[in-house]
């Protein structure tokens, strides 16, 4: 297994045009995460699933941003009509883990997608 | 609101040891990490603590204190490489996890 994939690494486009990031999460996880990251800061919660149910959305994230995991594997952040400050790394991230257990259920983040916004 | 507090910035020696403060305030407490993070590369995870007490791994130990609402990041015997920031995260009594902004740590020479 070659851990977290993301596609495309690096992202320019112009404001008001769609993006959409791939993320190929380690192939036995069964929870997979968005994240928005900007410099200097932690990441920032926008979504996760369970398999291909998608359980949380953070109330943070515009109905512009839209994300499916249709066969429970692999991953899709779509953003539309992109502004300025969607510019951003987006980070996905997979676990092995089950709603509400405790034990560690450590993430693997993968390289991110880098957007930018002109 | 929920809160996660450590250091912008930080500067050691090679060769020496560097402690790395986090404080949170939370609603609830389902257990502490910290994750290491080269500049332009994903987050790594380097420790979890849930109970009280020192975990010790290689050349990083992490401390938890529940009541205090307090962690650090201990590392000995610095390197180069460990020029990095360390985000420390609390998973809360949502299982939800609370980020911090990271503590960039520079090693000098």
């Known amino acids: 297994d070659t851990g977290v994939s993301q596609n495309p690494r690096h992202k320019i486009t112009k404001r008001g045009q769609n993006v959409t990031f791939r993320c190929d999460p380690i192939?036995?996880?069964?929870?997979l995460y968005w994240y928005r990251q900007t410099l200097g800061q932690g990441p920032e919660f926008l979504t996760y699933?369970?398999?291909?149910?998608?359980?949380?959305k953070s109330r943070l994230l515009s109905d512009r941003f839209s994300a499916e995991r249709p066969k429970g594997s692999f991953s899709t952040l779509e953003i539309q009509r992109t502004e300025q400050g969607d510019s951003a790394m987006y980070l996905c991230?997979?676990?092995?883990?089950?709603?509400?257990?405790?034990?560690?259920?450590?993430?693997?983040f993968g390289a991110g997608s880098r957007l930018t916004v002109l | 609101g929920q809160n996660i507090d450590q250091p912008t910035e930080m500067t050691a020696t090679e060769g020496a040891i560097v402690q790395i403060n986090c404080t949170y305030q939370?609603?609830?407490?389902?257990?502490l990490f910290w994750y290491q993070q080269h500049a332009g590369e994903a987050p790594t995870f380097l420790s979890y603590?849930?109970l009280d007490g020192l975990e010790e791994k290689g050349r990083f130990s992490s401390f938890l204190s529940r009541s205090k609402g307090y962690s650090y990041l201990l590392l000995k015997e610095l390197q180069m490489k460990d020029s990095a920031s360390y985000l420390c995260?609390?998973?809360?009594?949502?299982?939800?996890?609370?980020w911090g902004a990271g503590t960039k740590l520079i090693i000098k020479p």
């Open positions: 991230a997979s676990s092995l883990g089950e709603e509400g257990a405790s034990g560690a259920n450590v993430l693997t």
């Open positions: 192939s036995e996880h069964n929870r």
């Open positions: 699933f369970q398999n291909e149910a998608q359980l949380e």
């Open positions: 939370t609603s609830g407490f389902n257990g």
């Open positions: 603590n849930v």
């Open positions: 995260a609390v998973r809360d009594g949502n299982y939800q996890l609370i």
